[in-house]
């Protein structure tokens, strides 16, 4: 079971990104899958999530209308927006079944980095 996150950088305030997270190793149609991002010094925080079988979303309100996750087939999207400094963090991908709040599986991060 696994999950690999990609697409972390360095861009400008106002710029976008895509963060990319390619899941295998079981199935995931009865699953949640989520970003969540670490900021230097801040706990781990909830981003976005989606249901893998019904595609319903949440969002976190800090970034409710930049941000928006999708998926399709093995694969979960963030497309990241209009994004500002405080988004810098080191953004991880995790999932978790249907019922059970604690995720299970986690990727392995990626850093991405906003400059003012």
């Known amino acids: 079971v696994q999950l690999q996150a990609s697409g972390g950088g360095l861009v400008q305030a106002g710029g976008s990104l895509r963060l990319s997270c390619v899941a295998s190793?079981?199935?995931?149609?009865?699953?949640?899958l989520g970003w969540f991002r670490q900021a230097p010094g801040k706990e781990r925080e909830f981003v976005a999530t989606?249901?893998?079988?019904?595609?319903s979303t949440s969002y976190a309100d800090s970034v409710k209308g930049r941000f928006t996750i999708s998926r399709d087939k093995n694969m979960v999207f963030l497309q990241m927006n209009s994004l500002k400094f405080e988004d810098t963090a080191v953004y991880y991908c995790g999932a978790r079944r249907i019922g059970v709040l604690r995720y299970d599986v986690w990727g392995q991060g990626t850093l991405v980095t906003v400059s003012s």
């Open positions: 190793g079981r199935t995931f149609s009865n699953s949640v």
């Open positions: 989606i249901s893998w079988s019904s595609g």
